[in-house]
């Protein structure tokens, strides 16, 4: 079985600076991950994945998130953030090996990004 | 529409009452997935649909709740006798394949029940 954990149920931060938004897992098989938002009044939209090769991946709007095996964690970062970064954040994992045939996702319980002016 | 649309956007039903939430995913998707997310918490996995049959129904928290994909597109996930502790944040998502486990999941904006 998978879970997921994330740190910071809120994280208050001022425009333009750099912000990090922790998450670890724990899985006894190997896991894809990945960050998902949800801006106010709008659905899960998906922000970012690992899945194989380049440990760092990023985001067409800044962010980006290095997975780390050793730590098994998937912390997503962005040097300076906007007020409309605003949103919930949630990390996500689902087993490379398919069991069933069929991904279902688990998540974290989200993480709160408020951006203030 | 381009994306996965859910119906009703809000429902509020009293205790004891059946209701029906509605998921119509993106064309041509094969999987389908329904998840609960309640206050404060992450969504978790209800069930899942390759084409019209219930792949997975696991995490259907018991025989209250049952869902159905008779055509292999639309989806409804029913529940029967309403409980105040169903009220939650029902999604519904769609992917192209459920056979990848690094396939993109398409989120509905959910429905939001009430159970007074």
């Known amino acids: 079985a998978q879970s997921v954990t994330q740190l910071d149920s809120q994280v208050p931060v001022f425009e333009e600076a750099p912000v990090e938004l922790r998450c670890n897992y724990s899985?006894?098989?190997?896991?894809?991950l990945f960050w998902y938002v949800q801006y106010p009044n709008q659905g899960l939209q998906l922000l970012l994945k690992?899945?194989?090769?380049?440990?760092l991946v990023e985001s067409i709007n800044g962010f980006e998130a290095e997975f780390n095996k050793s730590q098994t964690s998937f912390h997503l970062r962005k040097p300076s953030v906007h007020i409309s970064d605003t949103a919930e954040y949630f990390c996500a994992v689902t087993p490379t090996r398919l069991s069933g045939g069929y991904n279902k996702l688990i998540f974290g319980a989200g993480t709160r990004l408020a951006v203030h002016p | 529409g381009a994306g996965v649309s859910q119906t009703p956007s809000n429902k509020v039903t009293e205790k004891g009452k059946y209701v029906e939430l509605r998921c119509d995913p993106i064309?041509?998707?094969?999987?389908l997935y329904w998840y609960r997310q309640s206050l404060g918490q992450g969504p978790e996995f209800l069930i899942y649909?390759?084409?019209?049959?219930?792949?997975?129904d696991s995490g259907l928290p018991n025989d209250r709740f049952f869902a159905v994909r008779p055509e292999g597109s639309v989806s409804t996930l029913k529940i029967q006798r309403t409980e105040r502790g169903d009220s939650a944040v029902y999604l519904c998502?769609?992917?192209?394949?459920?056979?990848?486990?690094?396939?993109?999941?398409?989120f509905g904006p959910g429905t939001r029940l009430t159970v007074l």
């Open positions: 649909f390759q084409g019209t049959g219930a792949a997975d």
């Open positions: 690992y899945l194989s090769g380049s440990t």
């Open positions: 899985s006894s098989v190997s896991v894809y």
């Open positions: 998502a769609s992917s192209s394949s459920g056979t990848s486990g690094g396939n993109e999941q398409f």
């Open positions: 064309s041509g998707h094969t999987a």
